[in-house]
Protein backbone atom coordinates (compact mmCIF):
# COMPACT_ATOMS: atom_id res chain seq x y z
CA UNK A 1 0.00 0.00 0.00
CA UNK A 2 3.20 2.48 0.95
CA UNK A 3 4.62 1.28 -2.48
CA UNK A 4 1.46 2.54 -4.17
CA UNK A 5 1.38 5.57 -2.82
CA UNK A 6 4.52 6.42 -3.05
CA UNK A 7 4.96 5.51 -7.01
CA UNK A 8 1.71 7.05 -7.57
CA UNK A 9 2.62 10.60 -6.23
CA UNK A 10 5.63 10.13 -8.06
CA UNK A 11 4.76 9.08 -11.30
CA UNK A 12 2.20 12.01 -10.90
CA UNK A 13 4.73 14.74 -10.27
CA UNK A 14 6.98 13.11 -12.67
CA UNK A 15 4.03 13.28 -15.41
CA UNK A 16 4.73 16.81 -16.40
CA UNK A 17 7.84 16.18 -18.00
CA UNK A 18 6.48 15.85 -21.47
CA UNK A 19 4.91 18.87 -21.45
CA UNK A 20 7.50 20.68 -20.28
CA UNK A 21 10.33 19.15 -22.56
CA UNK A 22 7.73 20.32 -25.63
CA UNK A 23 7.62 23.65 -23.97
CA UNK A 24 11.47 23.78 -23.68
CA UNK A 25 11.80 22.72 -27.20
CA UNK A 26 9.63 24.74 -28.58
CA UNK A 27 8.09 21.93 -31.00
CA UNK A 28 4.94 22.59 -32.91
CA UNK A 29 1.37 23.19 -30.99
CA UNK A 30 -0.03 19.72 -32.20
CA UNK A 31 3.00 18.11 -30.01
CA UNK A 32 2.43 20.45 -27.22
CA UNK A 33 -1.19 18.94 -27.38
CA UNK A 34 0.32 15.08 -27.98
CA UNK A 35 1.95 16.21 -24.75
CA UNK A 36 -0.62 16.98 -22.67
CA UNK A 37 -2.14 13.71 -23.68
CA UNK A 38 0.76 11.60 -22.53
CA UNK A 39 0.44 13.38 -19.19
CA UNK A 40 -3.14 12.19 -19.00
CA UNK A 41 -2.39 8.39 -20.57
CA UNK A 42 0.27 8.53 -17.81
CA UNK A 43 -1.65 10.11 -14.60
CA UNK A 44 -4.16 8.20 -14.79
CA UNK A 45 -3.23 4.67 -13.95
CA UNK A 46 -1.63 6.46 -11.13
CA UNK A 47 -4.55 8.33 -9.85
CA UNK A 48 -6.24 5.19 -9.68
CA UNK A 49 -3.07 3.50 -7.81
CA UNK A 50 -3.94 6.51 -5.28
CA UNK A 51 -7.37 6.55 -4.45
CA UNK A 52 -7.09 2.47 -4.56
CA UNK A 53 -4.20 2.44 -1.85
CA UNK A 54 -6.39 5.56 0.36
CA UNK A 55 -9.61 3.55 0.28
CA UNK A 56 -7.97 0.42 1.75
CA UNK A 57 -6.37 2.22 4.11
CA UNK A 58 -9.39 4.51 4.91
CA UNK A 59 -11.14 1.25 5.66
CA UNK A 60 -8.66 -0.23 7.65
CA UNK A 61 -9.11 3.24 9.75
CA UNK A 62 -12.91 3.09 10.27
CA UNK A 63 -12.38 -1.01 11.10
CA UNK A 64 -9.95 -0.08 13.54
CA UNK A 65 -11.14 2.71 14.50
CA UNK A 66 -8.40 5.01 14.62
CA UNK A 67 -7.31 8.33 13.71
CA UNK A 68 -10.23 10.19 12.04
CA UNK A 69 -12.71 7.35 13.29
CA UNK A 70 -11.33 6.87 17.30
CA UNK A 71 -14.26 7.56 19.81
CA UNK A 72 -12.14 10.73 21.34
CA UNK A 73 -12.15 12.26 17.26
CA UNK A 74 -15.86 10.97 17.01
CA UNK A 75 -17.64 13.25 19.86
CA UNK A 76 -15.07 16.31 19.26
CA UNK A 77 -16.83 15.87 15.61
CA UNK A 78 -19.93 15.71 17.28
CA UNK A 79 -19.40 18.27 19.65
CA UNK A 80 -18.33 20.88 16.42
CA UNK A 81 -20.88 19.37 13.93
CA UNK A 82 -23.31 22.30 15.28
CA UNK A 83 -20.62 25.15 15.81
CA UNK A 84 -19.59 24.33 12.33
CA UNK A 85 -23.25 24.66 10.74
CA UNK A 86 -24.14 28.02 12.61
CA UNK A 87 -20.98 29.26 11.83
CA UNK A 88 -21.66 29.30 8.24
CA UNK A 89 -25.18 30.08 8.77
CA UNK A 90 -24.31 33.18 9.87
CA UNK A 91 -21.52 33.52 7.16
CA UNK A 92 -24.15 33.59 4.51
CA UNK A 93 -26.44 35.94 6.10
CA UNK A 94 -23.41 38.30 6.70
CA UNK A 95 -23.02 37.94 3.00
CA UNK A 96 -26.06 38.37 1.80
CA UNK A 97 -27.02 41.28 4.02
CA UNK A 98 -24.02 42.73 2.98
CA UNK A 99 -24.12 41.88 -0.79
CA UNK A 100 -27.75 43.10 -0.81
CA UNK A 101 -27.19 46.35 1.47
CA UNK A 102 -24.43 47.78 -1.16
CA UNK A 103 -25.63 46.02 -4.46
CA UNK A 104 -22.22 44.82 -4.57
CA UNK A 105 -22.30 40.73 -5.15
CA UNK A 106 -19.63 41.23 -7.69
CA UNK A 107 -17.07 43.03 -5.35
CA UNK A 108 -17.98 41.07 -1.71
CA UNK A 109 -17.24 37.68 -3.15
CA UNK A 110 -14.02 38.37 -0.22
CA UNK A 111 -15.80 37.52 2.49
CA UNK A 112 -15.98 34.06 2.02
CA UNK A 113 -11.95 32.74 1.65
CA UNK A 114 -11.91 35.72 4.71
CA UNK A 115 -14.33 33.31 6.11
CA UNK A 116 -12.87 30.20 5.72
CA UNK A 117 -9.47 31.42 7.23
CA UNK A 118 -11.36 32.71 10.10
CA UNK A 119 -13.30 29.41 10.55
CA UNK A 120 -10.32 27.29 10.97
CA UNK A 121 -8.61 29.76 13.69
CA UNK A 122 -12.07 29.17 14.99
CA UNK A 123 -11.60 25.29 15.02
CA UNK A 124 -8.11 25.28 16.17
CA UNK A 125 -9.13 27.20 18.77
CA UNK A 126 -11.93 25.35 19.82
CA UNK A 127 -10.01 22.47 19.91
CA UNK A 128 -7.80 23.52 22.12
CA UNK A 129 -9.98 24.56 24.46
CA UNK A 130 -12.31 21.72 24.56
CA UNK A 131 -9.22 19.05 24.69
CA UNK A 132 -8.92 19.07 28.37
CA UNK A 133 -12.38 18.38 28.66
CA UNK A 134 -12.20 14.80 26.80
CA UNK A 135 -9.04 14.05 28.79
CA UNK A 136 -10.86 13.84 32.08
Given at each position: ?????VL??????????PV??A???????I????????????V???????????SI?G??QK???Q??????????????G????I?????V????AV???N??????????P???????AL?????I????R???
Amino acid sequence: MLRSIVLGATICILSVLPVMIARGLRVTEIWQVYSIGVLLAVVSPEVFLLVQAESIWGSYQKLLQQGDYSADEKRRRRRLGSLTGIYWVLVVAIYLAVSFRNDSFSTSWPIWPVAALLFVALLGTVRIVVQPRDGQ
